[in-house]
Structures are given as structure tokens and as C-alpha cells.
């Protein structure tokens, strides 16, 4: 490959990554924390980029896990960065201020005690909100290193449901994986296994 058309993909990568967006893990990536992973990137820019896995529930439910009245929400593993932290994305910028607007429908995190008293009141609801502990995070051009090197394939957000959590998400979309990647999208977690 001409080494000018090399290095203008590797400039051409910075600008690909947008908030909003869905990382699709490629099928052989070695890191336990990401095998066939499913991320929404909720944040990116110079300081890094900042996503939730979307396919890694946990057996816990919010009563289970945290102190207090909470109802009886699913939890999920949203990356390995801050797990003994809450995080969530909602729909719902107008009940909980101070959300960081992902594509001015999907929201992530705002005011925590205001979040909780609106679950608690009944008017946040398993259609509005979904709950993580931990989040997923790059530094300034990490995640555009992981890209270059194939770890990942970036696919619009709109491609799924980011409130609920869906069984097989990641084989449901393997469709959407470039075909370099699709040659090993049947292969098990752990290919060693098999």
C-alpha cells in the first residue's frame, strides 16, 4: 500500500470516532473485558473517550447493589474503569439536569439525587434509564490506536437499543462488522475452547 494512502487512514481515524457511536469488539480480541463487546461512546474528545458496554449484565439488580430504596432495575458491567461507580444513560434530560447529551436523545449521567428521587416517585422507568458500574475509557488517542490495529469497528448508534438490554446483541450485529472481521465472527469467547 503507497504510504500516503496509509498515513491519510491513520488521520482519517481521529475524525471517525463520534459520541453516539457503537463499538463492535473484533471476534478474536484477546482482553477478558471486552470480548465481544458491544460499547456506546458516550463521550470523546481531546481528553479521551469514555463509552458503557452494552452486552455484560450483571446477576444484580439495584436493591441488591446499592444502599437504600431503589427499585428493582438490572445492573450492568459498563467497562473495567470505576466499578465500585454508578453511571446511566437515560432519555430523560428533562427529570435528571445535568446530563451530558450523547446524540440529543441518549444522555449519560446528571445530578444523582435528583435521578434517584425520580426513580423512587415512579417517573424514571426500565424505558428511560439503564444502569452501569464502571464505564469503559481511552486516553487521548487510545481508542484511534485500538482502531488502526483492528481491535474494533465503529457502526452508527441507531443500530441499537441502548435502554434495554438485548441477549446475543453482539451477534445480532455482527452483519455490521467490515469483512476482515466477519471471517471470525462465529468463533467462540475463548477459541482455545473449541
Known amino acids: 500500500m503507497d504510504c500516503a494512502k496509509l498515513e491519510d487512514m491513520r488521520q482519517s481515524t481521529e475524525h471517525r470516532i463520534q459520541r453516539g457511536q457503537v463499538l463492535l469488539a473484533h471476534p478474536l480480541l484477546e482482553d477478558q473485558n471486552f470480548q465481544q463487546s458491544v460499547i456506546l461512546l458516550a ?15 450483571l446477576e444484580y439488580t439495584l436493591p441488591q447493589a446499592l444502599e437504600g430504596a431503589w427499585p428493582a432495575l438490572p445492573l450492568h458491567v459498563g467497562g473495567p474503569v470505576d466499578q465500585d461507580s454508578l453511571f446511566y444513560l437515560h432519555c430523560r434530560p428533562d427529570l435528571i439536569p445535568g446530563a ?15 435521578m434517584h428521587e425520580m426513580l423512587t416517585r415512579g417517573l424514571l422507568h426500565a ?20 482502531i488502526d490495529e483492528g481491535s474494533w469497528a465503529i ?26 472481521f466477519r471471517l471470525w465472527s462465529n468463533a467462540p469467547k475463548e477459541p482455545t475452547l473449541n
Do not use: M
Open 43 to 57: 463521550d470523546h474528545d481531546e481528553q479521551g473517550t469514555v463509552g458503557f458496554v452494552l452486552n455484560d449484565p
Open 100 to 114: 451530558h447529551s450523547i446524540d440529543g436523545f441518549l444522555h449519560w449521567g446528571g445530578e444523582y439525587d435528583v
Open 127 to 146: 424505558g428511560h434509564i439503564r444502569f452501569f458500574a464502571g464505564y469503559s475509557g481511552w486516553s487521548p488517542n487510545q481508542l484511534n490506536q485500538e
Open 155 to 180: 457502526i452508527p448508534g441507531n443500530t441499537v437499543n441502548c435502554l434495554s438490554y438485548q441477549a446475543n446483541l453482539y451477534q445480532a450485529l455482527k452483519g455490521h462488522l467490515p469483512p476482515d
